[in-house]
């Protein structure tokens, strides 16, 4: 995610008194087609800037649009790994309400008030769950970011669901609860 974009959604609970989830349920409530008139909508009856509104709207259509398109994409050709997939956006969302699931192309990301993980079917037979936890050290299968560059400070490599265990929770869980 670009670092703007990032800021954007940082501020955008100061700046506008309601989180981001909150306004994407607001315009999935309205269902408004055109992007001018969602933009418009928000403005209007929100007293929301354009920059603000624009961004709620574009996020609210990528997400929307093809969320289901782009996450069933990742995974042609890596069917197996699915089932992983689904637990760990299940166990996620367990943490909180305020846990935001953003299919990408090639990669899912996991948004509090910024991304705190991301889901990457990596090879047909591994997922790569990138974790962004500073000042911990590499450990045992905590390791160093590898293809996730700055976007994390972690990786665990995941090959089946057993691998889904406590400690990637508790990895999990101290990444969300960092991304405050």
Known sequence: MDKALQTMINNIPDKTGKKLEEWLQILHKENIEKHSIAVKFLKTEY???HGFANTIVSLSKKQNESSEDLVVNQYKGKELLKPIYELLVSTI??????????????????IRKKQFALIKPATKTRIDLGLKLTNIDIQGRLENSGPFGTMCTHRIQLTNLADVDAEVVKWLLMAYKKSV
Not at 101 to 108: C, G, I, N, R, T
Request: hydrophobic share 45%; charged share 20%.
């Open 47 to 49: 007293g929301l800037t």
């Open 93 to 110: 969302e367990s943490f909180g309400s305020d846990v935001i699931v953003a299919p990408k192309k090639v990669s899912v990301s996991l």
